[in-house]
């Protein structure tokens, strides 16, 4: 079955970094493009990033644009979110999903890890 | 950016009831609609893609329907496991992918 497994988060300081990894297991990594998607407290759901299959192709939301940086290692099948210059509003629980090639349909994600940037 | 104003924000309703949740996007977007249901703690799930296709393993009391602009999502018969929130979720144009602020579904 199709299992994908966030960890990273934690509590960190604005303006410094953070890097979220998601473990994929049950499907052939390499054939799906990826995504991150998030979720601030009490407020709804909001996609942050993409990655193609190969990684040729990556998109980004305007709010973590020049940020955040999505990448993937197919031979590990590990998806990353590298978070820079975090923010007090990038506070959220962050999910992976996959998708079901890479046209924006989000079949399976993650249970999500919790990012929180307080000073 | 294509914009997703879904309605209503929440709603309260009985084991049993007939609920609809509505969809609007800001341009047309075909048939490139998903629907997804989240629980509190949990991953969400995907009921709906491509505006009326039912995922394998959801209970046929889901339905969607609608394209170009206007969409709608209904559960024909609510259970209690049915109790979270809905949201919609555009796929059209992946730069960006865009939800609606989603519907809580509640008990009354």
């Known amino acids: 079955q199709v299992q994908l497994v966030e960890s990273g988060g934690g509590v960190v300081h604005p303006g410094r970094s953070l890097r979220l990894s998601c473990a994929a297991s049950?499907?052939?990594?390499?054939?799906?493009?990826m995504h991150w998607i998030r979720q601030a407290p009490g407020k709804g759901l909001e996609w942050v990033a993409a990655?193609?299959?190969?990684?040729?192709?990556?998109y980004n939301a305007d709010s973590v644009k020049g940020r955040f940086t999505i990448s993937r290692d197919n031979s590990n099948n590990t998806l990353y979110l590298q978070m820079n210059s975090l923010r007090v509003e990038d506070t959220a629980l962050y999910y992976c999903?996959?998708?079901?090639?890479?046209?924006?349909?989000?079949?399976?994600w993650g249970q999500g890890i919790l990012v929180t940037v307080s000073s | 950016d294509i914009q997703m104003t879904q309605s209503p924000s929440s709603l309260s309703a009985s084991v049993g009831d007939r609920v609809t949740i509505t969809c609007q996007a800001s341009q047309d977007i075909s048939n490139y609609l998903n629907w997804y249901q989240h629980k509190p703690g949990t991953a969400p799930k995907l009921l709906i893609s491509?505006?009326?296709t039912l995922e394998t393993g959801v209970p046929s009391r889901f339905s969607g329907s609608g394209s170009g602009k206007d969409f709608s999502f209904t559960i024909s018969s609510l259970q209690p496991e049915d109790f979270a929130t809905y949201y919609c979720?555009?796929?059209?144009?992946?730069?960006?992918?865009?939800f609606g602020g989603g519907t809580k579904l509640e008990i009354k």
């Open positions: 491509d505006a009326s």
């Open positions: 990655i193609s299959s190969d990684g040729s192709n990556k």
């Open positions: 049950g499907f052939t990594f390499s054939s799906s493009g």
């Open positions: 999903a996959k998708d079901r090639g890479f046209s924006g349909v989000f079949d399976f």
């Open positions: 979720q555009q796929c059209d144009n992946l730069r960006p992918l865009t």
